[in-house]
């Protein structure tokens, strides 16, 4: 069973292996992929600002409006803490979404790192060959 495994092991190395002097090229490929994920997470991260920012406004207003609408304390204080409950709950759920992303993508800058640094020891020890 061992030597079935390794085999595994070397068709899957060689598969993910570029071929050789394309590697200056593989590297300008993930800096561009990188560079595109790091803008639409700082896209991503405006974008939940400029929300929470309208959810503040909008629950504001809802409580002022609550207040006009409804006469009585306990009415007004029971709808504006539903407004404030959801907007809070949506702006949670956004931040939490952009932080996933982030470390999504740092995890993916520090694997393509040391994938480019086994490819260049690899070529090296080509070339010493």
């Known amino acids: 069973m061992e030597p079935i495994n390794e085999e595994f ?11 050789p002097g394309r590697l200056e ?10 560079e595109k994920n790091e803008q639409g997470l ?9 929300l929470w920012l309208y959810g503040v ?6 409580l002022l409006v609550s207040g006009f609408y409804h006469p009585t304390p306990e009415r007004s204080w029971m709808a504006g803490l539903a407004g ?7 702006g949670a ?9 982030q470390a999504r993508i740092e995890l993916l800058k520090e ?4 994938e480019l640094h086994v490819l260049e020891l690899d ?5 010493r060959a």
């Open 42 to 50: 700082r896209r991503e991260r405006r974008w939940t600002i400029v």
């Open 25 to 34: 090229r593989y590297r300008q490929e993930m800096t561009q992929m990188l």
């Open 9 to 19: 092991r070397r068709n899957l190395i060689g598969q993910l292996v570029p071929e």
């Open 93 to 101: 759920i956004m931040i939490v979404r952009v932080l996933v992303n």
């Open 111 to 114: 694997l393509k790192q040391i």
């Open 84 to 90: 404030i409950a959801g907007v809070l709950l949506y």
């Open 57 to 62: 406004a909008l629950m504001t207003a809802y």
């Open 123 to 127: 070529e090296r020890l080509r070339s």
